[in-house]
């Protein structure tokens, strides 16, 4: 599956994508829903930025982990 419209992402707070952002460019996030004075957004997954559905344009899922191998590990 390639690039999405942002409006097509799964929303919840555990499945992690990647996301694209014309400033910030391609990173992994997820949903937030928010609480207290925290709107929802979308959130990196490194927990440094907060995006609000504006600034986030495109989507896709996460590659599969590359298989392991009998006689190493990766």
Do not use: K
């Not at 419209?5 to 694209?20: G, K, S």
């Not at 400033?23 to 709107?39: N, R």
């Not at 957004?41 to 590359?66: I, R």
Request: glycine share 6%; charged share 25%.
């Amino acid at each position: 599956m390639g690039w999405q419209p942002i409006e097509t992402a799964p929303r919840n707070d555990f499945e992690r994508l990647i996301l694209y952002d014309l400033d910030i460019g391609v990173c992994t996030g997820f949903w937030c829903e928010g609480e207290d004075e925290f709107p929802p957004c979308w959130e990196t997954s490194d927990g440094v930025s907060s995006f609000y559905d504006a600034e986030v344009s495109h989507w896709m899922p996460l590659p599969q982990p590359p298989a392991m191998d009998a006689d190493n590990d990766a």
